[in-house]
């Protein structure tokens, strides 16, 4: 089955491994942007020789995640080269990529699968776009269960499935203990994590709080964003800078060796009016490292972490401090969740598995 894959995600050769895995079960090509204008910094794709044919092109409105297209005639040009069966378009159903390929289709006969994250009932986007890609799409892969029911919700009617974009390498994220930077950090006893974005709807304000509630608990924040000041202002009100290590954004091949140096690891994502988390991979990364997560009930979060971890309510740090003191008093409750929380990743979140319920719903949706 010949498979064209459109998405700016793998600008990051890093993320090149689910297609690694993806090229095993299909004919797959790919076609991405040349670069792409990340939120903080510019994302350029590596061209070494792959498993799979790859196409990096020219886009208009670079880093637009919904408004971003493609030359029409570079598009044409690859289609005809190419000759999918099927055009998986991992970006959203009301992006005007998406549209692109719902307006080329008629004209190359493919079957087109899209990919969404979005979890919030909202209207956004030209007016009647939605009603137009939605008509064209032969089915749908949503990131969680709340994108399936907007996809519903938006009044499509075709075939869904529900699985990660991306998974991991559970080779790369494993439990290997990190004693030298616990002693790099001076952490001496339990110590919880944070890896992320530093804005208000992560809940960080939150995690301070209930942390300043826990005595004789280190807290590791890694990451950078425009709360850092907020947050700094906040420890000092607390008084809890003694119990707080910041550190800047690490390189992701970095990010193993931090997740094994926490005793756990904390995503405390609150709702926003447009926003809730739509998956967390962080989660999944520490749950392949062994370390036990705690997250919010917030957006995808419970779905993701399953019965492998504590979920407390979002915004609530009362909630909150009871599982870090769960947490921090149970040594066999922390040693239960690492290796639950690595089973969980193993059967559900691999680069192996998604590649694989990928072929199998590409190739349900090609014989349509």
């Not at 044409?76 to 719902?102: K, M, N």
């Not at 009362?318 to 969980?344: D, F, I, V």
Request: glycine share 6%.
């Amino acid at each position: 089955m010949r498979v064209l894959l459109v998405s700016h995600t793998y600008c990051a050769p890093i993320n090149h491994a689910k297609l690694e895995s993806l090229a095993a079960h299909v004919d797959l090509t790919l076609l991405a942007p040349r670069n792409w204008q990340d939120t903080l910094f510019v994302i350029r794709p590596d061209t070494q020789p792959r498993l799979y044919q790859q196409h990096f092109l020219w886009v208009g409105l670079n880093g637009r995640l919904m408004y971003h297209v493609y030359s029409p005639r570079q598009l044409a040009t690859i289609l005809q080269s190419t000759r999918p069966e099927v055009v998986y378009v991992e970006e959203e159903p009301l992006s005007l990529v998406f549209a692109e390929f719902a307006a080329f289709k008629k004209y190359f006969g493919y079957h087109l699968v899209g990919f969404t994250w979005e979890n919030l009932k909202q209207h956004y986007g030209f007016p009647g776009l939605a009603r137009y890609t939605l008509s064209h799409a032969d089915g749908f892969i949503a990131g969680n269960t709340e994108a399936k029911e907007v996809l519903r919700w938006r009044g499509y009617c075709g075939p869904i499935t529900v699985t990660p974009q991306l998974g991991l390498d559970p080779d790369f994220f494993r439990p290997q203990r990190n004693e030298a930077l616990r002693q790099t950090l001076n952490l001496p006893g339990f110590t919880v994590g944070y890896v992320g974005r530093m804005v208000a709807e992560k809940g960080l304000c939150t995690l301070l709080r209930a942390v300043a509630r826990v005595p004789e608990i280190t807290l590791v924040m890694v990451g950078q964003g425009p709360l850092l000041p907020q947050l700094h202002a906040l420890t000092q009100q607390l008084n809890i800078e003694s119990r707080v290590r910041w550190q800047n954004t690490v390189p992701h091949e970095q990010i193993p060796a931090w997740l094994n140096s926490f005793d756990a690891l904390v995503l405390p994502s609150e709702p926003a009016p447009r926003w809730k988390e739509q998956f967390g991979h962080v989660l999944i990364e520490s749950m392949a490292c062994g370390v036990p997560v705690i997250g919010s009930d917030s957006g995808a979060i419970p779905e993701v972490i399953g019965d492998a971890g504590l979920i407390f309510h979002a915004g609530d740090e009362t909630t909150l401090q009871t599982a870090l003191q769960k947490l921090q008093y149970n040594s066999e409750l922390r040693a239960y969740l690492a290796q639950h929380g690595r089973e969980r990743v193993l059967t559900h979140y691999t680069h192996a598995h998604i590649a694989a319920v990928n072929a199998a719903f590409l190739r349900q949706v090609s014989k349509k």
